[in-house]
């Protein structure tokens, strides 16, 4: 303990070199463990947001990342829409001596809103989302409030008086049936517990859908949507809790949605001038992704041959495409995990430069201990030990701030990356990076160690030399 106290002295004596060999010690191990924090946590949400997810339908001529980061994770637009018809077949038991369906549910979705700066996503769903559908094998469970009520039947029927709303308008019909209203029960909402927690909404809170995104060209408030909030979500750590949820119906009877809510069939050898001359089919509603829970292994299987060859739509499975996904931002944290290195090698050549730059000085004071009795050993000991708890005290404050900067910036990270950094974790690998940093920084005081416990007695006693 003598020899730490005597290395501690010789810190505090030079403590502005001391402080400035330090900072860098600092920066480099906050940089390293920043980047180690935000790939774990990153791997984590992607990996724990799959969830209920177990299969998604969507458009053909989307990539399946594409259809899984906007269904799953609400990353960008949406690739395409699929017919609502392909739900329908999917939900219908197959025929044959053993009729069954081939998954527990299909839930339709259609999307292409959002509400607030945030740019928090709308969902046009069923009320299947919140009885059927399950996340991690449980049903999304309510911190206040509960589900709205919008059921496939409904959608069944709404899509009919639309379609032959819309066909007696083509053809300038005498009497054209009334186009469906939207109906006052159906102006109800459910949010995930991030929206809420931001938009500081209640129960009763009022949500209006924004067509497009805030600050795109022609984006504008769908007033006639103004839906009051019903239900918040528990957290799920994953982007439900970033999602406003409403029934389908709204999204379809929206004005500004009725011009493109029925897909046309393609046929081949007709015009598409031809094809957009059809009546408008019920069963053809755009959706943009069905969400899919196989029965069983042969549900699966049916899936993935029965879609492999889809004139309309496809299936993703994210259980094979995010992890895909990760490996390839595993790639680029791995080349940052470099540059901290890097960077923390510098750090080492500084305390290497700083103390050895100081032995000259020193000189007298080494000899003076010398001729006291103190070994070469244990001056080696004093040196290292100095450059060793340089970086052992620069690790630790490196890991503070780190561990501050998640407290202070974990709501700006949120926002930016939908990734919740949760800062109060202690992390086993924090404590070997500490260990590492020290044994760095030992290695790089050897040699002004070294340079230290060969200074000659009688050389350097003398007051001038």
Known sequence: MKLVSISLRNLRIRMVATVLTMMSIIVATALYAAIVVMAEQTKARYEGSIGGFQAIAGPNGASELELVLNTVFNVGEAPGRIPLEVCQ???????????RTRVRYAIPQARGDSISRFNFP????????????????????FAEGGAFEFSWDELIVMSKALAAYQNAVREEAENVPPRPLLKEKWKEAVVGSRVARQLNLELGSTVTPLHGKLGEFGTHEHEEAACAVVGILEPTNSPIDSTIYLPLGIHLLIADHSQGVFLKKPERGKSPVQVEDQPADPMRIGLTAIILDPLD?????????????HAEAQVAWPQDVVPKFLRQIGNAADALAVIAWLVLLVAAVSITVAIYNTMNERRREIAIMRSLGARRMQILTIITGEAAL???????????????AEFFMRALVEDLTGVYLDWSIFRPWEFWLVLGVTGIGAIAGLAPAVKGSLTQVADNLAQNY
């Open 89 to 99: 077949k999917l939900r219908e038991p197959q025929g044959g001596r053993l009729s």
């Open 122 to 141: 709308v969902v046009a769903t069923l009320d299947e989302m919140f009885h059927k559908f399950e996340w991690k094998r449980e049903p999304l469970k």
């Open 297 to 309: 292994h042969l549900g699966s299987h049916i899936l993935r041959t029965e879609f492999g060859s």
């Open 390 to 404: 340089l970086s052992f005290f620069g690790a630790v404050l490196g890991l503070v701030v780190c561990h501050s």
